[in-house]
């Protein structure tokens, strides 16, 4: 263990516990990573975790490897766009994952160290406002030799990946001092609770996780792919089978565009690319379209009962028919209101068989539904803590913030158990439920009892990597 801090005696200016130096707090995602000091109320730094590769030009060898909102959003020639990450939030490219992380913190928080300024991106010509490409550290200095890091990882991260992150902060970044946080419990401790039942659902996956006295109780951990992008998918099938079609446009394809009325074809003047950008590239940013459109027009019935049911022969459907529909309109100019089905959409997260299919996209499965997922993380934590779980129900994740969600999780989770209390924790600010896991870890990573937490760089090279396997739980 490390040792306990005198609070008598003043940390020196290394001292990793010491209030000279803020910890790092870095939440790795699906769609995005946050970072930022511990003590702050949001991360300073949110960078996508897609990146961009261009192929390799002229004498060069090599591929060039672009990070941030600006570079990748940008439609270059044979720009092709990818993911470190797994689709169950793990690390599934290390190599590139080890860049975005460093430069998520090196751009906007700790500043990078100085290269060669012929290399340094700022000369080739890509614009003002282009985000530098990341600079190898030059050898013999490392990144984060100031700041301890604490970082988040899934419920379910594989022992050999936790290893990998605490080799990575220690011999790669130079860290004087590491902890690896499960996001459930960070996310728990964000809403104030030392137990609680987490309900997760980002970008590429929905979890349940269960915590109890500020520990994961792993055997009820439930997940499942019906989350935002799974949303995504069903809105493409909704539009593939609208009579006619409807085209999903990207921005940057569009040179100019003429109003038009609702439901008219589009009248607009679209880009040509003598070069054009990777297909990776158009679906990343006809995600972002779909993005929006989630935001301002896809809704949940919020209940009683589910969409499909309903009485006296009329479904909850036919009712939301006669409601007023939300209209939204393309980069391209088309436009319609979107009324009942603008609840279908989403409906499959909570009820299987009102999921939209095609070919390529069977039904998904009744058990990873939300509503399933809760009951099998319930029935597998000891029945004398259910109570207490389901009185402290944190919600969290980006696609959370879905009209209507909370409401219908709500009313789902009060029907399944009528007996005990049901309390749902959903903060109403965005920022709080995209980055719970985040402001969780910030909290954690100030608090002055949490410095004797810390796996030390003394520690790490007594004891190697599996140190983190002994000590962060």
């Keep these: 263990m490390a040792a306990v801090q005198s609070s008598s005696v003043p940390p020196t200016n290394n001292e990793y516990g010491g209030d000279e130096i ?6 790795p995602g699906y769609s995005g990573t946050r970072a930022g000091f511990a003590g702050e109320d949001v991360p300073k730094s949110v960078v996508p975790s897609y990146y961009g590769l261009l192929e390799p030009q002229g004498s060069s060898s090599e591929s060039k490897y672009l990070f941030g909102d600006n570079s990748i959003h940008s439609p270059l020639p044979r720009l092709s766009i990818h993911n470190p990450m797994a689709k169950d939030g793990t690390v599934e490219d290390w190599d590139t994952a080890t860049k975005l992380w460093e430069y998520a913190i ?28 990341m600079e190898a550290v030059t050898e013999g200095e490392k990144p984060l030799e100031e700041n301890p890091l604490l970082m988040t990882e899934t419920g379910w991260n594989a022992g050999k990946a936790r290893e990998k992150s605490i080799q990575v902060a220690m011999e790669d970044w130079g ?11 960070l996310a728990a401790f964000a809403g104030g609770k030392a137990s609680s039942l987490v309900i997760d659902i980002g970008a590429s996956t ?61 009248s607009a003047t679209y880009r ?36 499909s049911s309903g009485q006296q022969g009329t479904t909850n459907e036919d009712v939301v028919r006669g409601w007023p529909g939300r209209p939204f309109e393309m980069p391209d100019g088309w436009n319609q209101v979107f009324g009942a089905e603008r609840y279908k959409v989403a409906e499959g997260i909570f009820d299987a068989k009102m999921a939209l299919t095609n070919a390529e996209n069977p039904a998904p499965q009744q058990n990873q539904t939300l509503p399933a997922l809760i009951q099998s993380s319930l029935s597998a934590v000891d029945p004398d803590i259910k109570a207490n779980l389901l009185a ?29 209390r049901v309390r ?6 965005t ?39 002994k000590r962060c739980k």
Excluded at 401 to 417: D, K
Excluded at 436 to 455: D, E, R
Aim: glycine share 10%; with cysteine.
């Design 22 to 27: 803020s910890a790092l707090i870095l939440d």
């Design 106 to 133: 090196t751009s906007r928080l700790t500043s990078a160290k100085p290269g060669n300024p012929a290399t340094n991106g700022l000369n080739d010509g890509t614009g003002p406002d282009q985000d530098v490409e």
């Design 175 to 185: 860290c004087p001092a590491f902890w690896l946080g499960r996001n459930g419990v």
């Design 206 to 266: 929905l979890s349940v996780t269960p915590v109890h006295d500020g520990l994961i109780l792993k055997k009820g951990i439930m997940r499942s792919p019906l989350a935002g992008n799974f949303v995504s998918q069903q809105l493409r099938i909704l539009f593939e089978t609208s009579q006619p079609p409807v085209t999903i446009t990207p921005h940057y394809l569009i040179s100019s565009k003429v109003p038009v009325d609702a439901g008219a074809p589009s």
């Design 272 to 307: 040509t690319f003598e070069i054009p950008p990777h297909e990776s590239f158009k679906r990343l940013q006809e995600e972002r379209v779909l993005t929006e459109f989630k935001e301002s027009v896809v809704q949940l019935w919020q209940g009683p009962g589910r969409l």
């Design 392 to 420: 402290n129900v944190v919600v969290t994740g980006g696609t959370s913030l879905l009209y209507g969600f909370t409401e219908r999780l709500n009313t789902e989770l009060t029907q399944l158990f009528p007996g005990p």
């Design 424 to 429: 749902l924790s959903a903060p109403g600010n």
């Design 431 to 469: 920022a709080e439920r995209r980055f719970a896991s985040w402001i969780g870890g910030s909290i954690l990573g100030s608090l002055g009892t949490f410095h004797q937490m810390w796996i030390s760089k003394k520690e790490y090279e007594e004891h190697g990597p599996n140190v983190v396997e």
